[in-house]
């Protein structure tokens, strides 16, 4: 049975970076933001060093912000790299014409501070929530994993100072906005990631906010 590479399965019990970004896109412009995403900004990015693996997610709720990606990275200090802004400050021409496109945009990098569970769902609920509260959310966390069909929680604190600084490719998009915190469940099924975000008060029951993952890339 074919496997993760011992690098890639490090990655991700190692790896307590993260870069969260959600967006929406207007239906004519998604199979080119699709592509733009799975055939060069993913690559792109992960050519970057310490950007260790990207996964996508798509809502399938009207009204939401249907495009969900993370990013996990060797540490939160990646987001402020040298070689991380020097990307974002030299766009390529079909970032240039997809950056405009992104209407909700939302962005936030820092420390992955807790994971509870193994492995990753394919089915997953964004929570954020006020950094403050971040005791209280990784005892949610533990309990969410407990549940039938939740394989992992992981609490996420975003370092607001890099997270805000100006680029190029910021400049090409409007109101642009972040979180404090965030909360990412993950399990076998959009039933599970519902139940265990309704009890958290959530309100995700009725699949609004629940996102499913359609594209996967890891460096080897």
């Known amino acids: 049975m074919l496997g993760l590479s011992a690098q890639a399965e490090g990655s991700m019990k190692t790896g307590k970076g993260f870069l969260v970004i959600s967006s929406d896109v207007r239906p004519e412009d998604e199979t080119d933001y699709l592509h733009w995403l799975t055939r060069e900004h993913a690559q792109e990015r992960l ?15 009207a009204g939401a912000a249907r495009f969900l990606i993370f990013y996990r990275l060797a540490n939160a200090a990646v987001v402020a790299s040298e070689a991380y802004l020097e990307r974002l400050n030299a766009p390529s021409e079909w970032s240039q014409r997809i950056m405009p496109k992104l209407s909700n945009f939302v962005r936030g990098g820092g420390n992955i501070v807790h994971e509870a569970g193994e492995g ?4 997953v609920v964004p929570i954020p929530f006020d950094s403050a509260e971040i005791a209280r959310y990784r005892a949610a966390a533990d309990q969410a994993v407990a549940r039938n069909r939740m394989v992992a929680a992981r609490i996420f604190e975003v370092d607001l100072a890099t997270s805000a ?3 190029r490719e910021k400049a090409m998009r409007q109101g642009d906005s972040s ?12 039933r599970a990631v519902g139940a265990a975000s309704e009890a958290l008060g959530a309100g995700a029951a009725d699949g609004a906010g629940i996102y499913r993952q359609i594209f996967v890339l ?3």
Do not use: K
């Not at 050519?47 to 709720?61: D, M, N, Q, T």
């Not at 990753?120 to 089915?123: M, P």
């Not at 979180?179 to 959009?190: C, K, P, Q, Y």
């Open 165 to 167: 600084v100006a680029t």
């Open 179 to 190: 979180f404090s915190a965030m909360l990412l469940l993950e399990g076998l099924d959009e």
């Open 120 to 123: 990753e769902g394919t089915s």
């Open 218 to 220: 890891r460096n080897a």
């Open 47 to 61: 050519g970057i060093p310490g950007f260790l693996s990207v996964r996508v997610f798509r809502a399938e709720a």
